[in-house]
């Protein structure tokens, strides 16, 4: 399964008084990115939140290699580094589209719950679902 990256023009709102995209923005970034992979596996947010499923955040982690300036666009390379059917975790490269300069590296990690808070299992009760996110986590291991 091929995914292209993420691409995302720096806004002039992004940066801070030192004209570079402020440090918070970048959590935005993955985001944007994570929305993008599920929509490309057609499992988007809102495919999963009307089925009943939600996916908090459970942690963040980011190290800022480069700076990214006003108006850089930039190319968010994702994939899934571990998948239970409950929790999953993502790293990210965010590398300059022009240069390919390595601008940041990070990780997130997530889990299913169901409307009412509790853990939900996709394996159990999205066997399809569960397949799909198995498939794209072997091939990018």
């Known amino acids: 399964m091929q995914l292209k990256p993420y691409r995302h023009k720096t806004q002039y709102y992004e940066t801070d008084t030192m004209k570079i995209v402020h ?25 999963m939140e009307r089925a009943g499923i939600l996916s908090p955040v459970l942690s963040v982690a980011c190290e800022y290699k480069s700076m990214t300036r ?38 997130s990690s997530h889990c299913f ?18 397949e799909l996110f198995c498939r794209y986590a072997e091939s990018h291991r």
């Open 70 to 107: 006003f108006p850089d666009t930039v190319l968010i390379f994702l994939r899934m580094t571990s998948y239970t059917g409950v929790r999953f975790e993502f790293e990210y490269e965010i590398r300059d589209e022009k240069t390919n300069a390595l601008r940041t590296v990070c990780r």
């Open 23 to 47: 440090h918070s923005n970048y959590v935005r970034w993955m985001e944007e990115a994570r929305c993008d992979f599920l929509e490309q596996i057609g499992l988007g947010y809102d495919v």
């Open 113 to 130: 719950i169901d409307e009412n808070g509790k853990p939900l299992s996709i394996k159990r009760k999205f066997p399809a679902w569960d």
